[in-house]
């Protein structure tokens, strides 16, 4: 094979490659390729299973003694439970209050971040909230 007949097969690629419908069919390609490899992506995080961080009573009833509340605080509402100060705090509930307010907050509400951690009383429900004497604080949307 001489250097002349690569140039001519090298031409020849260049012709067919300068038409449009090789043009199409590798463009169809890369997108299907693309395509498959994002479902492949998708896929994976399905299959996945959400971890879920539970509390049981007797642990809340627990806490509720090492931390010497009354008897009556013990008792309290059902889903009530007290936070306890620093790394080892407790979140039972999907609402906060204060000990000393009359406010109950989400989470992630500028009044509830304002809450030290050993005045946070949580709340599984805003019916458990209510019945232990607190409303819904106004700048807490969707209250």
């Not at 002349?4 to 463009?27: M, P, Y």
Request: proline share 3%; hydrophobic share 40%; charged share 25%.
């Amino acid at each position: 094979m001489s250097i002349k007949d690569i140039a001519d097969k090298c031409k020849s690629v260049v012709r067919a490659l300068e038409r449009k419908d090789i043009f199409t069919v590798l463009l169809i390609v890369l997108v299907s390729s693309a395509s498959f490899g994002l479902g492949r992506l998708s896929g994976l995080e399905e299959k996945r299973t959400p971890i879920r961080i539970e509390q049981s009573a007797a642990a809340i009833s627990a806490v509720a003694q090492k931390e010497g509340m009354a008897p009556e605080a013990k008792k309290g509402t059902a889903g009530l439970s007290e936070s306890l100060s620093g790394a080892s705090a407790v979140q039972a509930g999907s609402f906060v209050a204060s000990k000393n307010g009359t406010t109950y907050h989400f989470p992630w509400c500028s009044g509830a971040l304002r809450i030290k951690d050993e005045n946070k009383i949580w709340f599984d429900t805003k019916e458990a909230a209510e019945r232990a004497g607190y409303h819904p604080a106004g700048n807490c949307k969707g209250l």
